[in-house]
Each structure stands twice: as C-alpha cells, then as structure tokens.
C-alpha cells in the first residue's frame, strides 16, 4: 500500500483504528527511523479517543494511554539495550491485561520476549512517500488486513 504523504499515514492510522476486533491484539511495527511508526500510532491513538499529544517513547520506551477501548500500549523498543530489560519494565503485567492493544515499534530489539504479534507492517521510504507490507500471523490478523484494504 502507497502512502503518499504524513496525512495518508495518519489516515492509515484511524482506519486501522476503526478495524481492530474487540480483546486483546499486537501489532508489530518495522522500518527505518522515520519512516512514519510513530506518525501511524498518533493517528490510531487519536482515532481510539485520546485527545492531545503522542509523544514516542523513546526513552521510556513504553507509554500507556487509558481509552474506551482498553489499555493501549505503545512501545518504542529503539534504545532497548537488552532484551532482558523489558522485564523490569513490568510487561508481564501488560501481556496478561485484558482487551489490551500493543503497538510496538522496533519488536526486532526484543528477541523472542514479545507475544507473537497478530500483523506484522512493515515501513519502507520511497523517494517521495512511504510503501507499506501488511503480513497476519493469526485470525484476527488477516480480519484487520481485510478490513484495511476495503
Ligand atoms: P518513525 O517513528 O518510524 O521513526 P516518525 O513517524 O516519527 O517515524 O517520523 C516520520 C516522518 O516522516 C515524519 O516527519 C512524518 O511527517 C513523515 N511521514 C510520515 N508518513 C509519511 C508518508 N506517507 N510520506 C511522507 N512522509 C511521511
Ligand atoms: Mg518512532
């Protein structure tokens, strides 16, 4: 999928927003720096009702946000040194909440301490917008793809 500039990634953001299933789901988020993860969570973020500011959690590398949805966890693995630390980071308890949304970016840093994600994308530059690759792992995966491609 071709986005051809910031507002087509934010609109991204609020259609996959409006087709997420209910419970719990994890969405993987690969690509360069800058290649807009962060502007794709604001968008999804805005769309589920939060209102103001998203801020990347570069350095705290994980930011919760309380919506009518659920819990929404966004995760920015970038500067995890080692995968061992999200543990002192309490994601035990985040992976056993209920009706959760994780949506991390840079999963590769956390080797296999992740749950295994439902979609996969994947942010690639073009020279001037962005193309995007949606992979599903699971069934509620391939459900959100679907819906994302009507
Ligand atoms: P990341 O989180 O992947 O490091 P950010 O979302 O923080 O990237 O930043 C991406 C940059 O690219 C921002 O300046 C944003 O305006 C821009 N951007 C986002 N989506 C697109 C797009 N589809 N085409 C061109 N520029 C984009
Ligand atoms: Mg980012």
Avoid at 49 to 54: I, N, P, T, Y
Wanted: proline residues 6%; aromatic residues 8%.
């Amino acid at each position: 999928m071709y986005l051809k500039d910031e507002n087509a990634t934010l609109k991204l953001g609020d259609k996959l927003a409006k087709s997420l299933p209910d419970g719990n789901v994890c969405i993987h988020l690969e690509g360069d720096l800058g290649a807009g993860k962060t502007t794709l969570v604001r968008g999804l973020l805005h769309a589920l009702g939060h209102q103001g500011h998203v801020k990347s959690p570069t350095y705290t590398l994980i930011e919760k946000y309380s919506l009518p949805r659920g819990p929404v966890f966004h995760f920015d693995l970038y500067r995890l040194a080692d995968p061992e630390e999200l543990l002192y980071l309490g994601v035990d308890d985040i992976f056993a909440e209920q009706d959760a949304l994780l949506i991390i970016e840079w999963p590769q840093q956390a080797g296999s301490l992740l749950p295994a994600p439902d979609l996969l994308i994947q942010l690639q530059y073009q020279p001037e917008g962005r193309e995007l690759q949606f992979q599903a792992f699971s069934a509620r995966g391939q459900e959100i793809c679907e819906k994302l491609h009507k």
